[in-house]
């Protein structure tokens, strides 16, 4: 058996066992679990457009940018940082 052939059988067999062994979710778990609920100031919205996680700080960045807000929101405690106004987007 050549050395790529090895490799290969050697990979799909941890690739089986991964598989074995990976928790299995059950039929109509809930994939997403809420941790915190945060009133955030300014207009209420439907949506937000953007969000994105700082790593590096541990905080959320959320952009509701019809109301031209950026909010900064700690993960460690779950409390807003603080609101940034940003340029609004006009939708139509």
């Known amino acids: ?18 598989a074995l062994l990976l928790p299995v979710p059950r039929v109509g778990a809930a994939t997403l679990k809420q941790v915190a609920t945060i009133d955030l100031p300014g207009p209420p919205g439907k949506r937000f457009d ?5 790593y590096n700080h541990r905080h959320l960045r959320s952009a509701h940018l ?26 139509e």
Not at 1 to 18: D, E, G, K, P
Not at 77 to 87: A, C, D, E, F, I
């Open 50 to 54: 953007y969000l994105t996680i700082d």
């Open 1 to 18: 058996m050549s050395l790529t052939q090895t490799i290969h059988r050697m990979t799909s067999w941890a690739v089986a066992l991964a």
């Open 66 to 91: 019809t109301a031209g807000l950026l909010y900064v929101i700690d993960l460690n405690t779950n409390t807003l940082v603080k609101p940034s106004r940003v340029s609004p987007v006009l939708r």
